[in-house]
T-cell receptor
C-alpha cells in the first residue's frame, strides 16, 4: 500500500532554532517523487521542496532541506534558522510514478515558532 | 501574475442542493486536480484531469462531478449525493503529469459548509 506517515501532530520551536519534521513513506515503486508543502492559516498550499527517488543528493531550497534516506524510506524536512512566519501546517507528500497523477499526502505537522 | 483562482472563498449549501466550485488557472498547465481536506487531516484526491475533455476519479469521487471543457477551467460540482460535504476544497494544477520538480500549484481554497 502507498502511504505517508507524519508522526508529529504538533511541534513548538524557539525562533532561530533549526527544526526537523519527520516523514516516512511506504511504496513498492522504484520511481517516485517526494514533496513538502506548507499550509498557513489562510489555507493555501505552498510548495517548498522536491526530491526524486533517484536523486543522489539531498534537495535544498534556501532555508529548507530534505534529509532523504532511501533505505529507511524517510524524507524529513529540515528548516534552518526558524522564523515566526514558519508557523503553519506542513505536509509531506509522495507521487509514485506508477500511479497516474496521484499525489498522496500525510496527515500533517503543525509547527509553532515561539518568539 | 500566473496562478489558480478558486471561487467562492466561502460557500453555504442547503441539504439536497447541488453547488459548483470554480477553479481557473492561467499557468498553461495541462493537469488539474481537486482535493478535499477535513480538519486535522491531509488532502484526499477527488478528481483529476490530464487533458481537456478527459478526467479520472480519485479516491473519494462519490457524490462529486467535474468537467474539463477548457484547459483553463476545472469546475467541481458537489451533488446532493455527497452525504458529508462540509470541508475545505483545494484545486491544483501541475506543469508535468508527475508534479516534478516544481510540485503542484494550489489555489486558495473554498470552504463549503452545509446549513
Amino acid at each position: 500500500a502507498q502511504k505517508i506517515t507524519q508522526t508529529q501532530p504538533g511541534m513548538f520551536v524557539q525562533e532561530k532554532e533549526a527544526v526537523t519534521l519527520d516523514c516516512t513513506y511506504d511504496t513498492s515503486d522504484q520511481s517516485y517523487g517526494l514533496f513538502w508543502y506548507k499550509q498557513p492559516s489562510s489555507g493555501e498550499m505552498i510548495f517548498l521542496i522536491y526530491q526524486g527517488s533517484y536523486d543522489e543528493q539531498n534537495a535544498t531550497e534556501g532555508r529548507y532541506s530534505l534529509n532523504f534516506q532511501k533505505a529507511r524510506k524517510s524524507a524529513n524536512l529540515v528548516i534552518s534558522a526558524s522564523q515566526l512566519g514558519d508557523s503553519a501546517m506542513y505536509f509531506c507528500a509522495m507521487r509514485p510514478y506508477s500511479s497516474a497523477s496521484k499525489i498522496i499526502f500525510g496527515s500533517g505537522t503543525r509547527l509553532s515558532i515561539r518568539p | 501574475d500566473g496562478g489558480i483562482t478558486q471561487s467562492p472563498k466561502y460557500l453555504f449549501r442547503k441539504e439536497g442542493q447541488n453547488v459548483t466550485l470554480s477553479c481557473e488557472q492561467n499557468l498553461n498547465h495541462d493537469a488539474m486536480y481537486w482535493y478535499r481536506q477535513d480538519p486535522g487531516q491531509g488532502l484526499r484526491l477527488i478528481y483529476y484531469s490530464q487533458i481537456v475533455n478527459d478526467f479520472q476519479k480519485g479516491d473519494i469521487a462519490e457524490g462529486y462531478s467535474v468537467s474539463r471543457e477548457k484547459k483553463e477551467s476545472f469546475p467541481l460540482t458537489v451533488t446532493s449525493a455527497q452525504k458529508n460535504p462540509t470541508a475545505f476544497y483545494l484545486c491544483a494544477s501541475s506543469q508535468t503529469p508527475t508534479g516534478a520538480p516544481y510540485g503542484y500549484t494550489f489555489g486558495s481554497g473554498t470552504r463549503l459548509t452545509v446549513v
